[in-house]
């Protein structure tokens, strides 16, 4: 796993919202919700089945955004990852990058009780 258990820790204190996830299905579309531009950034829209939530209220899907280069190309994962999001008053959103992230055991049990403790400083606007 690429990034260190303190970072995911981290984002689960920070946030809003974090659970455990499956995603189902991703679409590109431009910052603002228009069409996807060719050169700048763009929002990967993606749509998720929700595993088991860690932090926030209890929801059996959502929806949150990535920003992301216009050239980049979005992949579904095929393995649950363990997501921390921000939301607005459109939906859900990754503050940054490294907020979707793989876990194994001791991570997934080390998240579960991140999850139970006091909110840290807040990344979300």
């Known amino acids: 796993f690429p990034i260190p258990q303190s970072l ?20 590109r579309v431009g910052q603002f919700g228009g069409p996807p531009k060719s050169t700048g950034y763009v929002n ?4 998720a089945k929700v595993i088991e939530v860690l932090k926030g209220k209890s929801a059996q899907m959502i929806e949150y955004a990535v920003m992301a280069d216009a ?4 992949k579904v ?6 997501v921390s999001l921000c939301k ?3 939906r859900f959103y990754t ?4 907020y979707d992230v ?6 997934l049990q080390a ?14 606007r």
């Open 95 to 98: 503050p940054g990058n490294g």
């Open 77 to 82: 994962r095929s393995v649950p990852s363990i």
């Open 8 to 27: 995911l820790l981290g984002n689960i204190h920070s946030t809003e919202y974090s659970a455990v996830i499956q995603q189902l299905s991703v679409k």
């Open 102 to 107: 793989g876990f194994d055991a001791a991570r």
């Open 88 to 90: 607005n008053e459109k």
């Open 44 to 47: 990967l829209i993606y749509q």
């Open 111 to 124: 998240a579960r009780a991140a999850g139970l403790e006091k909110a840290k400083d807040s990344v979300c």
């Open 71 to 74: 050239d980049y190309k979005p």
